[in-house]
């Protein structure tokens, strides 16, 4: 009797630990994605010289997102997990389409990017080359630097209020997401590098936290069992 009590409790255990850690790894692939990319790919939009030099650097930060973003879903299952009957249903809907919209427009910038270098490896007409990096890449931006971000700064936000609301996580973190959240929605243009990495970086705190809860739960459970 005792054991199968014991078994109940490490099963409730498990999952949130494990989606813990997937945002661990949506956090460093993701991130790393991203670094990848910023090192690889210059800023001048005239410059294709890295199409043929770093090319490979750049095909393998985008095989990292379908991962980071497969992580990314297990994340929200372990957020949505934690709020059980205290779920507010307006700003979870916020926080679960954001979520969804930026797991979305972050694949679509990454398919994108993906075709453009197939392209260039296929074709031979300079100009042609020319025309459609050039206008590629402003979708790309557009989509990840635009839309995708401000998804980010939504989902941190309705997150940050149903924190806020419940008493989940520690009012400091809130006040924290906040800041981050506004940072993300208000930053226009020439986004820097350690702009982009703030929802990584968020996430990785938030699962490192997440774990440690839960690891400091499960001596305490089974001690009542």
């Not at 650097?57 to 009957?85: E, K, Q, T």
């Amino acid at each position: 009797m005792i054991e199968t009590e014991v078994k109940k409790v490490r099963g409730k255990l498990k999952t949130p630990r494990a989606a813990a850690i997937a945002g661990i790894l949506f956090a460093v692939l993701f991130g790393g994605s991203l670094v990848l990319i910023r090192i690889s790919v210059p800023a001048s939009l005239a410059d294709t010289a890295w199409l043929e030099s770093n090319s490979k650097m750049v095909l393998l930060a985008l095989n990292m997102v379908p991962y980071a973003g497969i992580a990314f879903l297990w994340f929200i299952g372990v957020i949505r997990d934690r709020f059980g009957d205290l779920e507010d249903r307006l700003f979870a809907t916020v926080f679960l389409g954001s979520g969804l919209l930026f797991l979305a427009l972050t694949f679509v910038g990454a398919a994108l990017a993906g075709g453009l270098l197939n392209f260039y490896s296929s074709t031979a007409t300079p100009l042609v080359k020319s025309d459609l990096i050039m206008y590629s890449r402003q979708v790309m931006y557009q989509i990840l630097n635009v839309y995708a971000i401000r998804m980010e700064g939504v989902f941190m936000l309705s997150l940050g209020t149903i924190w806020w609301r419940t008493g989940l996580m520690h009012r400091g973190l809130v006040i924290l997401t906040y800041a981050s959240a506004l940072m993300l929605l208000l930053t226009v243009n020439n986004l820097s590098l350690w702009v982009t990495l703030v929802f990584p970086g968020w996430v990785l705190v938030i699962s490192v936290i997440v774990l440690i809860q839960n690891l400091r739960k499960e001596p305490e459970s089974l001690s009542e069992v």
